[in-house]
């Protein structure tokens, strides 16, 4: 059956740096766009990053440019995304998504980032 598993998230100190793992199963995952969400509590779900299945095209939240980057390893079946300048405001928990041009859509089951002296 289809899968999406975060994992990669914890608590950290603002400045500091994370990277998320998102390891996907039971689809192809080569086709497929690929995002991450976050939710901060009393928020909203809002979209971080993607990468585009045909020549991994990236494109980011302006909160997080220049500090979030978004990859894929298409022979792991995995997406990261590497968190750097951490900052308060990061606090959510951090949702991968998973859709295809067919109108398929997956979703894990998130993981927390804490960013906190």
């Known amino acids: 059956q289809v899968r999406l598993v975060e994992s990669g998230g914890g608590l950290v100190q603002p400045g500091g740096s994370l990277r998320l793992s998102c390891a996907a199963s039971?689809?192809?995952?080569?086709?497929?766009?690929m995002r991450w969400y976050r939710q901060a509590p009393g928020k909203e779900r809002e979209l971080v990053a993607l990468?585009?299945?045909?020549?991994?095209?990236?494109n980011y939240a302006d909160s997080v440019k220049g500090r979030f980057t978004i990859s894929r390893d298409n022979a792991k079946s995995t997406c990261y995304l590497q968190m750097n300048s951490l900052k308060p405001d990061d606090t959510a928990v951090y949702y991968c998504?998973?859709?295809?041009?067919?109108?398929?859509?997956?979703w894990g089951q998130g993981t927390q980032v804490t960013v906190s002296s």
């Open positions: 039971g689809f192809t995952f080569s086709v497929y766009t």
């Open positions: 990468i585009t299945s045909t020549y991994a095209f990236t």
């Open positions: 998504n998973a859709g295809s041009n067919a109108g398929s859509n997956y």
